[in-house]
C-alpha cells in the first residue's frame, strides 16, 4: 500500500507538493503562533522592566548616621560595603546630603549633596567643587538669584559661606544619547531631585504658602564633615537586575519578594531603613495582561491561516482524487472492497500528512527562532509551551478529517460521473443548502452583536472568526452568482466565438470556479490582516502623540506665566517652544497651552480631529491678538458727561513676563480732561481689560456716554489698543452698569446707565472656544466652565471642536489657549503642572538653555512610541504581517496547481475547437475572460469582505493594551491607500495566472492529442 501511494504521489509530484507545502504551512503556524506569542510576553516583561523609572522598579535606603562623621567619604563606602542588598538588585549608589534649611534671603530652603563622581553625570559650567568652601547650583538657580561664578554664597547657619565655582545642569534633549540617557537615569536614580522648586504663593495673599526648594548644592564629601548627625542622611539607590534570560512566569515571585515589608538593617554606620515605592505588583498585572493580550493577538492570525490552508487542502485533495477516480474504479473491479478501497484513496494523503508533520514542526520552530531574532531582544530564548505542542495536534487532526471528507466526496461519485470528462454542475444538495443557509444566519447574528457591542471591548471568539466568516459567505455568494450569470448568459445569443466559450465554460465547469471560495478568504485575511497591522499602528501613533505631544516634552517647576514668558524669550518667533499646563478643575480637566505655537510645536495626530487640520484647531479656539502698549508712562484722555460725576479708569494688564496688574487712571471729571500713570510696560503689556468705577474701582453711579481715548505711551500714539481690541462688555462677577461699546475715532463710546461698574473686557466676550475631548463633551455638554466659581476656576467655555484625543489627557481633557483662559480673569495657576514641548529641529543651544532653567525631559515621542510598538500586543500583531505574506503565497501555489492540474482537460477541450475551425485567437481570448472573470469574482469578493471586516470589527478589539484612561480609543477605518495597494498587488498575481493559464491551454492543444487520446 505503501509503494502504491508513493507512486501516485511521484506520478502527481506538483500536486503533492503543493499539498504538502500547505500541510507543513498549517503545523507551522501551530509552532509558530504560540511560541512567538510566548517569547514576545517574555521580551515585554525584559523591556518594561528595563525601561521603567526606577522608582517604580528599583530600591531605596536611608542610613542616619549614629555618630559624628569626620570622613564623610569613608561613611559612603562603609554604608554601600554593610547594605545586604536583595537579590535581584543591581550595584547600589549612595549620596550624603542634608537636611533642608532655610537660608537669608530669598534662596529658600537649601540642602547641600556630596555624590562621587556626580560632575562627570552632569553638563558643568566652570568646575567641579573640590575642596571644602566651593559649591555648583543649577545654572536656572544662579540666574535667579543673580550669581556668577567666584560670588561667595551666604547660607547663614549651619552650612556657612561657600564660593561658586560651577553651575550645572541635567544633560537632557535629543542630542542626549539613549546609551548615555540611560547611564544617567541609572546613576542619579531619579532625576527629578535635580529639580528646583520656585515658591508658592497663591493670588491675593501676602505670605508663602511653600517655601522655594532650590537645586541641590553640590559640594566636596568633606564639606559635610563636622556636622551634626542629625542633619545628615545617606541615600542609597539599587535598580532592578533584569536578566535577559528572563521568564515572565517568575515575574510574580519577584514581585513577592519586593513587596515583603523589609526589616531595618543595623549597620555599624546606622540604621538602613527602605523607603522603597516600587510598583512591580502593577508591573506584573501589566505583564500577565500583556502576555494574554499577546495570545489573543496572533490567535486570528494563526487561525486564518490554518483554516485557508485546509480550504486550499480540501481543494487539492479533492482534485487529487479526481485523478485517481480511473485507478480506484480499477480497484473496484479487480474486487477490491468498500475498506480496501477507502485505505487505497486515503493512503496518499494520510502518507502527506505524515510527511509534514516532521517537516512543519521543525519549519514552524526554524521561523519563530528567525522572528525572535530579527524583532526581539538578543539572546531571549525562544520557548516551546504546551499550547503549541496541543494546537499542532489539533491541527494534524483537522487535516486528517479534511482528507477523509474530500476522500468521501469523491467516493461518492457516480459512474456517470466517472466517465465523464468535466465534472458538471448540478443543484446543490439539501444538506448544503442547509449549511450554507446556516452560515449566512451565523454571519449575521455575529455582524449585528458586533456593530450592537460598545468599542474597545475585550476580544472575543466571535472577533475572530467574523473575517473569516463574512468572507466564506461573500466567497459563496461570488461562486454562485458567477455560475448563475454564465448561466443566463448561456441563454442568450451569443456575441462572439471568445464570449460564448468562456461563458460557456464557466456555466459547465464545476471546478473551474471551485477556486473562488478559498480564494476570497485567502484575500479576505490578506486584506484584513494589513488593515489591522495599519489600523494598530496608527492607534500607537495617537497614543504617543497623547503621552508625549510633541518630539520632546520638558517638565517644569515654573508657574505657567513663567514657562510662557521663558518659550516667549527663548524662541521669540514661536518655531520651537511652547508652554503647556494640565490642569485638574473642579468640572473637568483642561490643557492649557499657548496654542498659537500649537502647529509649530507640538505633534497634532490628524486622527484626533478628522477633517480639522492642527491649522484649523489654532484658527478656532485662538483670537486675534491685542496691539501692546509699551512705554513707561501711558496718557489717557477721556470725556465724562456733563450731569455725571468723576470716574476713574480701571486697567487690568499683564506684562510680557506674564504678570497681572491693576492700574487706575483718574479720577476724570465731567467734560473733556486726561490723566497719565506710571505702568511697568518698558517691554510691553497687554490691556486686558479696563472699567469706569469709582475711586480705587469701587461701583459708582454711571450715565450716560463716556468717550474713552485718545491713548499714549510715553508720548507714542497707542489708540490702537483701544480701536482694535475687540472689546466687549463684561457679563460675569461684576455688576454691569454699560449697555453697549462701540469704536469712534481714536477712542471707544461706551453708553451706560446705573450703578456698578462700565466694566470691558478685550477680545473675549461670553463663551470661551476650546477643543473638548469626545468623552468630555459626553460628560460634560458642550457648554462648560464656572461651575463654581468665577475666581480662580475655568471660564465659562463652548466646545468648537470635538476631539478624539488632546494632548496629555485623551478623550477626557479640554484644550484651551493660554492667552484666552486668563484674559481678564484670575486663575490659579500654582495648580497647573506645567511642561514645555520642544519641536525635533529646537537648537541645541535653545536646549541647553531649558536645561540650565532646572527644566528636564521628561518624555520623548520617539522613546514613547518605541515602547508602544515594543509591548507585546504591538509586537504580537507583527505575525499579521507574515500571516499576510504566506496567506496570499498559499493561494497563489494554490491556483498555480490547480491550473496545472486542469491543464491537460482544457487542452484537450482547445483542441477539439481547434479541430472544428475555431481559431487559435479565440480559444486564448476565451481562457483568459473566463479565468479572468472567476478569479475576478474572487478577488472583489476578498477585497469586499476584508474591507467590511475592517469597519465591523476593528473598532471593538482590542489593538493594544490600553493603560490609562486618557488613551484615545481605536477609530474604525479603511486606508484607501493600503486597500488600492492591497487590490493592486492580488490583481497583478490574478492577472498573471490568468494569462500564463490561458497561454498554457492552447501552446500544446492540437489535433494529434485527440487522435492519441482516441488510441
Given at each position: ?12 509530484s506538483?500536486?503533492s ?6 500541510l ?15 517569547a514576545?510576553g517574555?521580551?515585554?516583561a ?9 522608582v517604580l522598579t528599583?530600591?531605596t535606603?536611608e542610613v542616619r ?7 564623610p ?8 560595603a554593610?547594605?545586604?542588598?536583595p537579590?535581584?538588585?543591581h550595584?547600589?549608589?549612595a549620596q550624603?546630603?542634608t537636611?533642608?534649611?532655610l537660608a537669608p534671603?530669598?534662596?529658600g530652603e537649601?540642602?547641600?549633596?556630596a555624590?562621587?563622581d556626580a560632575c562627570a553625570?552632569l ?9 571644602p568652601?566651593?559649591?555648583?547650583v543649577?545654572?536656572?538657580d544662579?540666574?535667579?538669584d543673580?550669581?556668577?561664578l ?6 547663614g547657619?549651619p552650612f556657612g559661606?561657600?564660593?561658586?565655582v560651577?553651575?550645572?545642569a ?6 542626549v ?11 542619579w536614580?531619579e532625576?527629578?531631585?535635580?529639580a528646583s ?5 497663591r493670588?491675593g495673599r501676602?505670605?508663602?504658602?511653600v ?5 541641590p ?5 568633606d564639606?559635610?564633615a563636622?556636622l551634626a ?18 521568564d515572565a512566569?517568575?515575574?510574580?515571585a519577584i514581585a513577592e ?7 531595618p538593617?543595623?549597620l555599624?554606620?546606622?540604621t538602613?531603613?527602605e523607603?522603597s515605592?516600587?510598583d512591580l505588583?502593577g508591573i506584573v498585572?501589566d505583564v500577565?495582561?500583556e502576555?494574554r493580550s499577546?495570545l489573543?493577538a496572533?490567535?486570528p492570525?494563526v487561525v ?6 485546509l480550504?486550499?487542502?480540501s481543494?487539492?485533495?479533492?482534485a487529487a482524487?479526481?485523478l485517481r477516480v480511473?485507478?480506484?474504479a480499477l480497484?473496484?473491479?479487480?474486487g477490491?472492497d468498500?475498506?480496501?478501497?477507502w485505505?487505497l ?6 502518507l502527506?500528512?505524515a ?5 512543519g514542526?521543525a ?8 522572528l525572535?531574532?530579527?524583532?526581539l531582544p538578543a539572546e ?6 504546551a499550547?503549541?505542542v496541543l494546537?499542532s495536534?489539533?491541527?494534524?487532526a483537522?487535516?486528517?478529517?479534511v482528507?477523509v471528507l474530500?476522500t468521501?466526496a ?11 470528462g468535466?465534472?458538471r454542475?448540478?443543484p ?7 449549511v450554507?443557509l446556516?452560515?449566512v444566519?451565523?454571519t ?6 458586533a456593530l450592537?457591542?460598545p468599542?474597545?471591548?475585550?476580544t472575543?471568539a466571535?472577533?475572530l472568526v467574523?473575517?473569516l ?13 458567477t455560475r448563475a450569470?454564465a448561466?443566463a ?9 471568445a464570449?460564448?466559450?468562456a461563458?460557456?465554460?464557466v456555466a ?13 478568504i485567502?484575500?479576505?485575511v490578506?486584506?484584513?490582516?494589513a488593515?489591522?497591522f495599519?489600523a494598530a499602528?496608527?492607534w500607537?501613533?495617537s497614543?504617543a502623540a497623547?503621552q508625549?505631544?510633541?518630539s520632546t516634552?520638558?517638565s517644569s ?5 513663567e514657562a510662557?514668558a521663558?518659550t516667549?524669550?527663548l524662541d ?7 508652554a503647556?499646563?494640565t ?5 473637568g480637566?483642561?490643557?492649557?497651552a499657548d496654542v ?6 507640538s505633534?497634532?495626530d490628524?486622527s484626533?480631529t478628522p477633517g480639522h487640520?492642527v491649522?484649523?484647531?489654532?484658527a ?5 491678538p491685542t496691539p501692546?502698549l509699551?512705554g513707561?508712562?501711558l496718557?489717557?484722555g477721556?470725556?465724562?458727561p456733563r450731569?455725571a460725576?468723576?470716574v476713574t479708569v480701571e486697567?487690568r ?5 506674564g504678570d ?8 476724570f471729571g465731567?467734560?473733556t480732561?486726561?490723566a ?6 518698558g517691554?510691553g503689556c ?5 472699567a469706569?468705577?469709582?475711586p480705587a474701582?469701587?461701583p459708582?453711579e454711571?450715565?450716560g456716554?463716556?468717550v474713552?481715548?485718545p ?7 497707542a489708540s490702537?489698543?483701544?480701536?482694535r ?7 460675569e462677577g461684576?455688576?454691569?452698569a454699560a ?5 469712534d475715532?481714536?477712542g471707544?463710546v461706551v453708553t451706560?446707565?446705573?450703578t ?10 461670553g463663551?470661551r472656544?476650546v477643543v ?10 458642550r ?7 468665577t475666581v480662580g476656576?475655568?471660564p465659562?467655555?463652548e ?5 478624539e484625543?488632546v494632548p496629555?489627557?485623551g478623550?477626557?481633557g479640554v484644550?484651551?489657549d493660554?492667552?484666552?483662559l486668563t484674559t481678564?480673569?484670575?486663575v490659579?495657576?500654582e495648580?497647573?503642572?506645567?511642561r514645555?514641548?520642544a519641536a525635533?529641529d529646537?537648537?541645541?543651544?535653545v536646549t ?7 527644566l528636564?525631559v521628561?518624555r520623548?515621542?520617539a522613546?514613547?512610541?518605541?515602547r508602544?510598538?515594543g509591548t507585546a ?6 505575525l499579521y504581517?507574515?500571516?499576510s505574506?504566506?496567506v496570499l503565497?498559499?493561494a ?6 490547480t491550473t496545472a492540474?486542469q491543464?491537460p482537460?482544457?487542452r ?5 475547437l481547434?479541430?472544428v475551425?475555431?481559431?487559435r485567437?479565440?480559444?486564448l ?8 472573470v ?8 476578498g477585497?469586499?469582505?476584508g474591507a467590511a471586516?475592517q469597519?465591523i470589527?476593528l473598532?471593538?478589539?482590542t489593538?493594544g493594551q490600553?493603560?490609562?484612561?486618557s ?5 474604525a477605518?479603511?486606508?484607501p491607500?493600503?486597500?488600492s495597494?492591497t487590490?493592486?498587488?492580488?490583481a497583478v498575481l490574478?492577472?498573471t495566472v ?14 494529434a492529442s485527440?487522435?492519441e487520446k482516441a488510441?
Amino acid at each position: 500500500m505503501i509503494r502504491v501511494a508513493l507512486d501516485g504521489l511521484r506520478s502527481r509530484s506538483l500536486l503533492s507538493l503543493g499539498t504538502l507545502l500547505l500541510l507543513v504551512v498549517a503545523l507551522g503556524s501551530a509552532v509558530l503562533g504560540p511560541s512567538f506569542a510566548a517569547a514576545v510576553g517574555n521580551a515585554y516583561a525584559v523591556t518594561r522592566l528595563e525601561e521603567e523609572r526606577n522608582v517604580l522598579t528599583g530600591r531605596t535606603w536611608e542610613v542616619r548616621p549614629s555618630s559624628a562623621v569626620d570622613d564623610p567619604g569613608a561613611l559612603l563606602d562603609d554604608t554601600l560595603a554593610q547594605l545586604v542588598l536583595p537579590e535581584d538588585q543591581h550595584a547600589a549608589t549612595a549620596q550624603l546630603e542634608t537636611s533642608r534649611m532655610l537660608a537669608p534671603g530669598a534662596l529658600g530652603e537649601v540642602m547641600l549633596m556630596a555624590k562621587p563622581d556626580a560632575c562627570a553625570h552632569l553638563d558643568l559650567e566652570g568646575r567641579c567643587p573640590a575642596a571644602p568652601g566651593e559649591v555648583s547650583v543649577l545654572a536656572g538657580d544662579a540666574e535667579e538669584d543673580g550669581h556668577e561664578l567666584g560670588d561667595r554664597i551666604d547660607l547663614g547657619e549651619p552650612f556657612g559661606t561657600l564660593t561658586l565655582v560651577g553651575t550645572y545642569a541635567y544633560p537632557s534633549g535629543p542630542s542626549v544619547s539613549p546609551e548615555r540617557r540611560e547611564a544617567l537615569e541609572d546613576f542619579w536614580f531619579e532625576p527629578g531631585r535635580l529639580a528646583s522648586v520656585p515658591a508658592t504663593v497663591r493670588p491675593g495673599r501676602q505670605l508663602t504658602d511653600v517655601a522655594r526648594q532650590p537645586a541641590p548644592y553640590l559640594v566636596a564629601p568633606d564639606q559635610l564633615a563636622g556636622l551634626a548627625p542629625s542633619l545628615l542622611l545617606v541615600r542609597v539607590d539599587s535598580r532592578i537586575e533584569v536578566p535577559t534570560d528572563l521568564d515572565a512566569a517568575d515575574l510574580p515571585a519577584i514581585a513577592e519578594r519586593a513587596a515583603a515589608d523589609p526589616a531595618p538593617q543595623q549597620l555599624a554606620v546606622g540604621t538602613a531603613a527602605e523607603i522603597s515605592n516600587n510598583d512591580l505588583d502593577g508591573i506584573v498585572a501589566d505583564v500577565e495582561r500583556e502576555r494574554r493580550s499577546a495570545l489573543l493577538a496572533v490567535t486570528p492570525a494563526v487561525v486564518s491561516l490554518v483554516l485557508v490552508a485546509l480550504a486550499l487542502l480540501s481543494r487539492l485533495t479533492s482534485a487529487a482524487g479526481e485523478l485517481r477516480v480511473p485507478d480506484l474504479a480499477l480497484a473496484s473491479l479487480r474486487g477490491a472492497d468498500r475498506r480496501r478501497t477507502w485505505l487505497l484513496a486515503l493512503s496518499e494523503p494520510l502518507l502527506l500528512v505524515a510527511l509534514a508533520v516532521p517537516v512543519g514542526l521543525a519549519g514552524g520552530a526554524a521561523l519563530t527562532w528567525a522572528l525572535v531574532r530579527a524583532w526581539l531582544p538578543a539572546e531571549l530564548p525562544v520557548p516551546v509551551p504546551a499550547y503549541a505542542v496541543l494546537a499542532s495536534v489539533a491541527v494534524v487532526a483537522c487535516s486528517i478529517a479534511v482528507c477523509v471528507l474530500s476522500t468521501r466526496a469523491v467516493l461518492a461519485r457516480s459512474l456517470a460521473d466517472q466517465l465523464s470528462g468535466q465534472a458538471r454542475p448540478r443543484p446543490a444538495g439539501r444538506l448544503a443548502v442547509l449549511v450554507a443557509l446556516a452560515l449566512v444566519a451565523l454571519t449575521l447574528v455575529l455582524v449585528v452583536a458586533a456593530l450592537t457591542r460598545p468599542a474597545g471591548g475585550a476580544t472575543d471568539a466571535a472577533d475572530l472568526v467574523l473575517p473569516l466568516l463574512i468572507a466564506a459567505v461573500l466567497g459563496l455568494a461570488a461562486a454562485g452568482g458567477t455560475r448563475a450569470a454564465a448561466r443566463a448568459l448561456a441563454r442568450r445569443p451569443a456575441r462572439g466565438v471568445a464570449g460564448f466559450l468562456a461563458v460557456r465554460a464557466v456555466a459547465r465547469r464545476s471546478v473551474g470556479t471551485l477556486v473562488v471560495l478559498p480564494l476570497t478568504i485567502a484575500i479576505a485575511v490578506v486584506t484584513f490582516g494589513a488593515g489591522t497591522f495599519d489600523a494598530a499602528g496608527a492607534w500607537r501613533a495617537s497614543v504617543a502623540a497623547t503621552q508625549a505631544p510633541a518630539s520632546t516634552v520638558w517638565s517644569s517647576e515654573l508657574p505657567m506665566n513663567e514657562a510662557v514668558a521663558l518659550t516667549h524669550r527663548l524662541d521669540p518667533d514661536g518655531r520651537w517652544l511652547m508652554a503647556t499646563g494640565t490642569w485638574n478643575a473642579q468640572d473637568g480637566v483642561y490643557v492649557v497651552a499657548d496654542v498659537p505655537r500649537l502647529a509649530s510645536a507640538s505633534l497634532w495626530d490628524p486622527s484626533w480631529t478628522p477633517g480639522h487640520s492642527v491649522d484649523d484647531v489654532v484658527a478656532l479656539i485662538t483670537r486675534p491678538p491685542t496691539p501692546l502698549l509699551t512705554g513707561a508712562r501711558l496718557r489717557l484722555g477721556m470725556t465724562v458727561p456733563r450731569a455725571a460725576g468723576q470716574v476713574t479708569v480701571e486697567m487690568r494688564m499683564r506684562t510680557s513676563g506674564g504678570d497681572t496688574f491693576n492700574t487706575y487712571v483718574g479720577p476724570f471729571g465731567p467734560g473733556t480732561s486726561t490723566a497719565t500713570e506710571r505702568v511697568p510696560c518698558g517691554r510691553g503689556c497687554t490691556v486686558e481689560g479696563f472699567a469706569l468705577a469709582g475711586p480705587a474701582g469701587l461701583p459708582t453711579e454711571l450715565s450716560g456716554e463716556y468717550v474713552v481715548g485718545p491713548l499714549e505711551a510715553d508720548g507714542t500714539d497707542a489708540s490702537d489698543v483701544l480701536t482694535r481690541g475687540d472689546w466687549h462688555l463684561v457679563d460675569e462677577g461684576v455688576t454691569q452698569a454699560a449697555q453697549d461699546v462701540r469704536v469712534d475715532g481714536a477712542g471707544l463710546v461706551v453708553t451706560a446707565d446705573g450703578t456698578g461698574k462700565a466694566a470691558l473686557t478685550s477680545g473675549m466676550g461670553g463663551l470661551r472656544p476650546v477643543v473638548a475631548g469626545r468623552e468630555a463633551v459626553d460628560r460634560l455638554g458642550r457648554v462648560a466652565g464656572a461651575a463654581t466659581s468665577t475666581v480662580g476656576g475655568p471660564p465659562p467655555s463652548e466646545a468648537v471642536l470635538v476631539a478624539e484625543s488632546v494632548p496629555f489627557l485623551g478623550p477626557e481633557g479640554v484644550l484651551i489657549d493660554y492667552s484666552v483662559l486668563t484674559t481678564n480673569r484670575t486663575v490659579y495657576e500654582e495648580e497647573f503642572e506645567v511642561r514645555v514641548l520642544a519641536a525635533a529641529d529646537t537648537p541645541e543651544q535653545v536646549t541647553t538653555a531649558l536645561a540650565g532653567q532646572g527644566l528636564a525631559v521628561e518624555r520623548v515621542y520617539a522613546q514613547e512610541r518605541d515602547r508602544l510598538d515594543g509591548t507585546a500586543y504591538a509586537l504580537a500583531l507583527r505575525l499579521y504581517l507574515v500571516a499576510s505574506i504566506l496567506v496570499l503565497l498559499m493561494a497563489v501555489a494554490g491556483l498555480v496547481v490547480t491550473t496545472a492540474i486542469q491543464l491537460p482537460g482544457r487542452r484537450m477541450d482547445a483542441a477539439a475547437l481547434s479541430v472544428v475551425g475555431v481559431r487559435r485567437r479565440s480559444v486564448l481570448s476565451s481562457v483568459a475572460v473566463e479565468q479572468v472573470v472567476v478569479l475576478g469574482a474572487a478577488a472583489v469578493a476578498g477585497l469586499l469582505a476584508g474591507a467590511a471586516a475592517q469597519l465591523i470589527v476593528l473598532g471593538r478589539i482590542t489593538l493594544g493594551q490600553v493603560e490609562e484612561a486618557s488613551w484615545p480609543r481605536v477609530v474604525a477605518r479603511i486606508d484607501p491607500v493600503l486597500l488600492s495597494g492591497t487590490a493592486l498587488v492580488v490583481a497583478v498575481l490574478l492577472g498573471t495566472v490568468a494569462l500564463l493559464s490561458a497561454w498554457a491551454t492552447v501552446r500544446q492543444a492540437r489535433g494529434a492529442s485527440l487522435r492519441e487520446k482516441a488510441r
